[in-house]
């Protein structure tokens, strides 16, 4: 019989104290379809910078490609935070990466090590731990600048026998020293606003830096399955400075990926 504690709601009012002073509301639903859809129509009736969305039970969770997702209730962070940046558009490639880094800095509180796939997937011993999705949001107010909605799931609570898919992994599993909802999310949401603050004012430079040092696919043989169907094969040599993967052909030649399902064939040397 599994003697782990029931798994509690999130408490919006300690929520809000963790966080202290903050932009814009942080709303704790006890169910939605998903936290990106709510994020996105709040944006929409003007929600400021720095809003938030998260739920105990989100059962339609949208990834990259389109794919949907669900957990188990209160075993898992979704959470979607609106963001209002002033940077021009070209920058908005470096949001989702810079994302990835806040992730993995609080796997790094939690004492579990964990690095980031290109793009934006966050790994744990190669299993999947985090995905991100990020949405430019248009509003009906010409005089409002474009949203940015970045959502982040985070596998918490989540037994082996819980898991979405067989390379998926979890905070429990991987011996994570905090397992509360509440205290991850605050860790998480900390992390973010330290990001976008990074990217705000970072030289790009810098923060590809950053990245392509946290980067697990960099260095490994990859299958990239392109968006016309094809698959590149090679070796992940870079990111480029516009966030882009570059892969090394068999015959040398270098191709800058921006967008594609990246598949890990062979371990780092």
């Known amino acids: 019989m599994d003697a782990r504690p029931p798994r509690q709601s999130l408490d919006a009012a300690a929520l809000a104290t963790a966080l202290g002073p903050r932009r814009g509301e942080v709303r704790v639903l006890a169910e939605t379809g998903s936290t990106n859809a709510d994020a996105a129509q709040w944006a929409r009736d003007g929600a400021p910078h720095g809003s938030v969305v998260t739920a105990d039970h989100q059962l339609a969770g949208r990834g990259r490609l389109d794919r949907t997702f669900t957990l188990p209730e209160r075993s898992g962070i979704a959470v979607s935070v609106v963001w209002r940046p002033e940077a021009p558009l070209r920058h908005w490639v470096w949001l989702p990466l810079a994302v990835g880094l806040a992730v993995d800095a609080t796997l790094t509180d939690l004492g579990v090590s964990g690095h980031v796939k290109w793009p934006n997937d966050v790994l744990v011993e190669g299993r999947k731990i985090s995905g991100i999705l990020l949405e430019r949001v248009e509003t009906p107010d010409a005089d409002s600048a474009a ?85 590149l094969h090679g070796t992940a040599d870079d990111v480029d400075d516009d966030g882009r993967l570059v892969v090394v052909g068999p015959d040398g030649r270098r191709t800058a990926v921006s967008a594609g399902d990246v598949t890990h064939v062979r371990a780092r040397d």
């Open 147 to 231: 949203a940015a909605v970045v959502g982040v799931g985070l596998n918490v609570d989540l037994a082996e026998d819980e898991l979405p898919v067989p390379h998926a992994t979890s905070l429990r599993i991987a011996g994570a020293r905090e397992l509360d909802r509440g205290r991850v999310l605050a860790l998480l949401l900390g992390h973010l606003d330290a990001v976008y603050r990074r990217w705000e004012l970072a030289d790009p430079a810098d923060l590809r830096a950053a990245y392509v040092a946290r980067c697990d696919t960099v260095g490994r043989a990859v299958d990239v399955a392109m968006p016309d169907g094809s698959v």
